[in-house]
């Protein structure tokens, strides 16, 4: 009897076939985003060249009364998709996190084909967004056409959700790294061997067909000729308290757009991107090298890092359009905004430090790479990600020391004032209809138990479980533990439950309520 467990254990393919699932997900998603990049691309090129007409040229007023109609236009034709789909609004980011948590369900291709064309016509003409975002909702369409093709549900179902996204992020950025540990540490919330294998196998695929389209340079290729040396770490925990104190604006101001869009236009909220779209063509006309969602103005810096004055004005400049772009609800991201933003931030502190006497020039440009992944950490509250995402987007491996010191301080600093991870605060914003088909469907949810949690050391039958969900397995390293009255939970064990879809946001908060309540009960006892 031994011997027959053993040889099914040896031949379970349950790993492989998500593997190469996760590949098919990922190299139908890099063809979608590649596309969709060469379409911004294509059209952000076109924009500088008819700004830098306007801007050289003779005055002639039919050139700018077609400008103007030409943006309502592309702007009512957003309004029209965001009318028809409102789930195409902002990133995408919140919407697959809350499609993974069970709070939604999209129709896959309704989503795909309206996210790609409303992304192209709001980030093409040069408004203050990224494509990265998109691309992950994109991704995650894919995934789940791809599920639904194979007939598969509830967590298989959720896996190559999760894998396609991991697949837009490594298309947009070639980042294959960063987008995996982006969906485990930001939207999946989950480090299971099957999310980070299939996730994985999506993100290498989407990566090939990316690097095959648009070559093997790095995103945001930059370099400096020095290390920064140990005994000037101190500019890091300035920089990354800096950093914070910023990013907790950032996160603040970004969650107020929404209502003073509303109080101040009084415009339905499909309707308000013609805000942005308007004032663009002032932005464009003054500022044409600022269009876009900031990766032109991030390598510029390996060429040229302006005077202080210029550079305070860039970042007012960057900073108010891109809460006027994002907040107004077009289909558009923060990911590579706040990049830029980062980027500036630390050119104005190196800047400042040099004409203090207390850096040497040489030693701005990296500052400037560091700040990128400390301002994301301390927003997004993803520090691994970050300093992943900006070590392969700028494909530099010499810096991850004084990325992850500058990394941690800005994530603390934006931690102990209170402020929230990013797309989480938007999701909660958000408010999702219960669809027929996620009533009396089951389903499976799974809770990690982390290091220091409550459930640590509890016996199952000692633990007062949710009466609308069974507790049916414990995922212990490479197994699976049937639990049973008398098992003992552990630390890195998941719990795998059996719920309602439509009540596994109910059972998931019921659960860390639990743990919260068990938390506190303990220190009382202490």
């Given amino acids: 009897m031994a011997r027959i467990i053993k040889e099914k254990e040896k031949f379970d393919i349950t790993r492989l076939r998500f593997v190469l699932l996760g590949l098919l997900v990922g190299l139908m998603t890099g063809t979608v985003v590649s596309a969709f990049r060469y379409c911004i691309e294509v059209g952000l090129r076109a924009s500088h060249q008819v700004y830098g007409y306007l801007h050289m040229g003779p005055f002639v007023w039919w050139h700018w009364a077609l400008l103007i109609a030409f943006n309502l236009v592309l702007a009512a034709l957003v309004a029209l998709m965001l009318k028809q789909e409102p789930y195409i609004s902002g990133s995408g980011i919140p919407q697959v996190e809350g499609q993974l948590a069970g709070e939604l369900e999209m129709h896959w291709w309704a989503i795909l084909w309206r996210k790609f064309v409303g992304g192209v016509l709001s980030l093409a003409p040069g408004l203050f967004l990224g494509r990265e975002g998109p691309s992950i909702q994109l991704g995650a369409a894919v995934g789940q056409g791809l599920a639904g093709g194979f007939k598969l549900r509830g967590t298989d179902r959720r896996l190559l959700i999760a894998s396609g996204s991991a697949a837009g992020l490594a298309a947009a950025f070639n980042a294959p790294i960063a987008g995996t540990l982006f969906v485990l540490e930001e939207v999946y919330h989950n480090f299971s061997p099957l999310v980070w294998l299939t996730a994985l196998a999506g993100a290498i695929g989407s990566d090939f067909i990316s690097l095959y389209v648009f070559g093997l340079v790095p995103v945001l290729h930059l370099s400096y000729s020095r290390s920064l040396p140990v005994t000037s770490y101190w500019h890091l925990i300035l920089l990354g308290i800096l950093l914070g104190l910023l990013g907790y604006l950032y996160q603040r101001v970004l969650l107020s757009m929404p209502r003073w869009y509303q109080r101040l236009t009084h415009l339905p909220r499909v309707v308000q991107g013609v805000v942005p779209f308007i004032l663009l063509i002032a932005v464009g006309y003054f500022t044409p090298n600022l269009l876009g969602g900031g990766n032109s103005l991030i390598v510029g810096f390996g060429q040229y890092v302006p005077p202080l004055l210029t550079l305070l004005g860039i970042f007012a400049i960057r900073f108010v359009f891109s809460m006027i772009s994002y907040g107004s609800g077009l289909p558009g991201g923060i990911f590579l905004p706040i990049l830029s933003l980062g980027a500036i931030i630390g050119a104005i502190y190196g800047v400042v430090m040099y004409q203090l006497g207390l850096l040497p020039h040489v030693y701005i440009m990296n500052l400037i790479i560091f700040s990128m992944a400390g301002y994301f950490a301390g927003i997004g509250k993803a520090p691994f990600t970050a300093i992943l995402l900006v070590t392969e ?134």
Avoid: C
């Fill in 393 to 526: 987007m700028v494909g530099n491996l010499t810096h991850l020391m004084p990325l992850a010191v500058l990394s941690l301080t800005a994530y603390l600093v934006v931690d102990l004032l209170g402020g929230a991870p990013i797309y989480e605060a938007l999701l909660e914003q958000m408010t999702f209809p219960k669809t027929v088909a996620q009533l009396h469907r089951p389903d499976r949810l799974e809770i990690p138990v982390f290091v220091g949690s409550s459930l640590n050391g509890k016996l199952v039958r000692d633990m007062p479980w949710p009466k609308e969900a069974l507790l049916i397995g414990i995922r212990r390293g490479e197994r699976e533990v049937i639990p049973h009255g008398d098992t003992l939970i552990r630390e890195g064990d998941t719990l795998v439950l059996l719920t309602d879809a439509a009540e596994r946001v109910r059972v998931k908060k019921r659960i860390d309520a639990l743990s919260a309540a068990l938390a506190t009960a303990h220190k009382t006892r202490v």
